[in-house]
């Protein structure tokens, strides 16, 4: 029994000596799994690493990467963040620590992270761009506008260097410009999410014709983008091609048959077709959607007008009036129908008032007008 004893005694120390590993060894085997994607392994043999040499950075990174990868984002950060104080100058691991703090969208962490990259290597085109785009989302659009702009004719032929500083210059309210790098980046890069943004742009600078365009880029690429359908109907509609606005509604109502939009305008042109009863289930459908819509009540005044429900489109407009006393066209409406009942004094009224806020119109025009002499 002895004997046995001291021969287990014996053969402990041996076996503790063959299962240690040196942290030089396990680091090698722990980049070798993560290259593999083998990443529990990969973690498992860095932290073992770590409780060895606690300030072994390349360790400390590449458990960073791991987790990060593994979709474990905030124990990356706390390794990412331990990186930093051993080393606060390294771009890598700033752009790192950003890029997780992005996945996590902490869009203010991930933009001081950027920023202290930047600090480190402010010629590296990549992290002038996520933090252009941080800055940008994040309020600070003229910043990114004043960084990037001096790198713009090193960086030519960059889309995605284009795209952040046409969406900068855009949320800086540089529209024509930004649209027009917009445009630039989804010609290069074959982008329906770019070519819809320069679209947006264009339509809320009113350019009916250049967002039909743009839209319509966006629609041969992919169709299936949530409103994009839309937006192409509405860029059609104000460019006064109704009849190639039609299909885009009808495909977004296929997509999404609640989409309020959509079934506004649908039914404004199916009544311009006078195609009535179709007409009034969209129109229903719209201030169903939204009953506080006054465009949708509007829409449904002139239906009934024009269905011979004088007295329900006059009641709608009256109350319209209520809500906007100076919009003009259920004025205009109104007067109309006053009239067609057999009441010329409301009738005359009416067209007092649309007069009367013609002419302040007139009055304003000019007044601003005289501001650009």
Excluded at 29 to 40: C, D, V
Excluded at 121 to 133: S, W
């Amino acid at each position: 029994m002895r004997a046995i004893l001291l021969t287990l005694v014996m053969l402990f120390p041996v076996l503790a000596r063959a299962q240690y590993t040196p942290p030089s060894q396990l680091l090698g085997r722990a980049i070798t799994e993560q290259q593999r994607g083998e990443l529990p392994a990969a973690i498992r043999d860095y932290r073992a690493v770590l409780a060895a040499q606690p300030k072994n950075l390349a360790a400390l990174v590449n458990l960073g990467a791991a987790l990060a990868r593994n979709g474990q984002l905030p124990e990356a950060i706390t390794e990412y963040e331990a990186a930093l104080k051993l080393s606060p100058n390294i771009e890598s691991i700033h752009l790192d620590l950003g890029l997780a703090y992005l996945s996590e969208n902490n869009l203010k962490a991930a933009r001081a992270q950027f920023s202290a990259a930047h600090q480190i290597n402010p010629t590296d085109v990549r992290v002038a761009i996520l933090l252009g785009n941080a800055e940008a989302r994040t309020g600070e659009a003229p910043e990114a506008v004043a960084m990037l702009q001096p790198m713009a004719a090193a960086n030519a032929g960059n889309s995605d260097f284009d795209y952040v500083l046409g969406e900068s210059l855009v949320w800086a309210n540089e529209l024509k410009q930004g649209a027009a790098l917009l445009e630039k980046s989804a010609a290069m890069s074959n982008s329906a999410e770019s070519w819809m943004f320069a679209g947006t742009v264009e339509l809320n600078m009113e350019q009916f014709n250049e967002a039909r365009s743009d839209f319509d880029n966006a629609m041969k690429i992919n169709s299936h983008i949530p409103k994009l359908c839309t937006m192409d109907g509405i860029a059609h509609d104000k460019d006064d091609d109704a009849k190639g606005a039609e299909p885009a509604f009808r495909e977004a109502l296929q997509q999404d048959p609640n989409d309020y939009e959509a079934n506004l305008y649908l039914g404004s042109i199916l009544y311009k077709n006078r195609q009535m009863p179709e007409a009034k289930t969209y129109l229903d459908k719209a201030l169903a959607l939204k009953p506080k819509s006054r465009m949708a009540q509007y829409e449904l005044a002139m239906w009934e007008s024009t269905s011979g429900h004088l007295h329900a489109a006059a009641t709608r407009l009256e109350a319209l009036e209520k809500a906007a006393p100076t919009w003009i066209n259920p004025h205009v409406q109104l007067s109309l129908i006053y009239y067609r009942l057999h009441q010329p004094a409301d009738g005359k009224r009416e067209r007092e008032i649309v007069a009367k806020l013609r002419a302040e119109q007139r009055k304003t025009n000019v007044t601003n007008a005289g501001l650009y002499r």
